[in-house]
């Protein structure tokens, strides 16, 4: 299938969000140190999101990471799942709790801060 141009803006606008606020991480399928791979990646400190349990809302603040779950295929790697870990370039380890893909081949990982 041929990409539309919306597709093909939307993949720009992910490439420069990476240009302009990506860093490198390391991303451990698995959680594996021998499967890390090297990921160009934009992480959030502190971002909020609002979940429901069906009948309430409530809002959670908590660090995610924004990538493109191609440039991992790219790298040999699988696409991102839980339990997955992220090296912050201060050496900081988490792990991946949750996936939220937004349809447009952007993804943000829910992480856990495992760093003691």
Known sequence: MMPTPLDRATDQ???AQLRMAGEAHGYRPGGLVANEVPLQAVFFAAH????????????????????RPADLVALGAAEP????????PDGRIYRVRDLEPDGTGWILLRLEDLTP
């Open 13 to 15: 606008l992910h490439r």
């Open 48 to 67: 909020e999101a609002v979940e429901t349990d069906g009948e309430s809302a409530f809002a959670t603040t908590g660090p995610v990471l924004g990538l």
């Open 81 to 88: 799942a839980i339990e997955d870990e992220i090296v912050r």
